[in-house]
């Protein structure tokens, strides 16, 4: 029952009651970004949602236009708002469309779906959430196969004590700044499937 229609009321509930105070808070950032990087202020990409259907995911931006990799274009701010997770304060209105829910799986580009095995598939079952069991156990930090597992073990047993742990302990490894990229990389290297990888 809390999965089918709990999680959605607790999604509404939370907006409810952050919204007032979130929003100008987002506002705030929006100046900032228009002020240091100019426009677009918003970064959108399609993610795989619920099933692995498409959706567009919208972020603060973070990176300069222009060449160069990520790790050159993420800006100084950029990389404050990522460290605070404030560039996600956009995904709110992927909330409120019923994209995405507080807790669960983080969204994936849509080209990672092909290259799922069939547990790790799992995690398109349910919604994709702020924050998830993965981003609970370190955020970007956690290599690739362990995160999609930690996924999928959240999929097969979502309670709500569960994504109330999962939240406090999100909140917690954001407080520490732990895990916001993997090194070298401005969040994580592209995901692909062992056997695609290349020996060293």
């Not at 993610?47 to 050159?72: C, I, N, Q, S, Y």
């Not at 909140?171 to 969040?187: E, N, Y």
């Amino acid at each position: 029952m809390y999965r089918r229609w709990g999680k959605r009321a607790l999604d509404l509930a939370a907006l409810a009651l952050a919204l007032p105070l979130l929003l100008p808070l987002a506002g705030l950032v929006a100046l900032l970004v228009r002020w240091r990087m100019g426009a677009p202020v918003l970064f959108r990409q399609q993610r795989a949602g619920l099933g692995g259907a498409p959706f567009t995911l919208w972020k603060f931006r973070t990176m300069r236009e222009g060449p160069g990799g990520d790790v050159e274009r993420l800006t100084p701010l950029g990389r404050a708002l990522r460290a605070s997770a404030l560039d996600e304060l956009p995904q709110l209105w992927n909330l409120l469309r019923g994209e995405m829910s507080l807790v669960g799986p983080r969204p994936l580009p849509l080209d990672y779906v092909p290259r799922y095995t069939p547990r790790q598939a799992s995690r398109l079952s349910v919604r994709p959430g702020l924050c998830g069991l993965a981003q609970a156990m370190g955020r970007n930090a956690v290599p690739w196969e362990e995160r999609l597992e930690w996924d999928a073990r959240y999929v097969a047993r979502i309670t709500l004590r569960g994504d109330l742990a999962i939240m406090l302990r999100c909140a917690a490894v954001l407080l520490r700044g732990q895990g916001v990229s993997a090194p070298g990389h401005a969040t994580m290297p592209e995901f692909t499937p062992p056997a695609s990888r290349s020996d060293p």
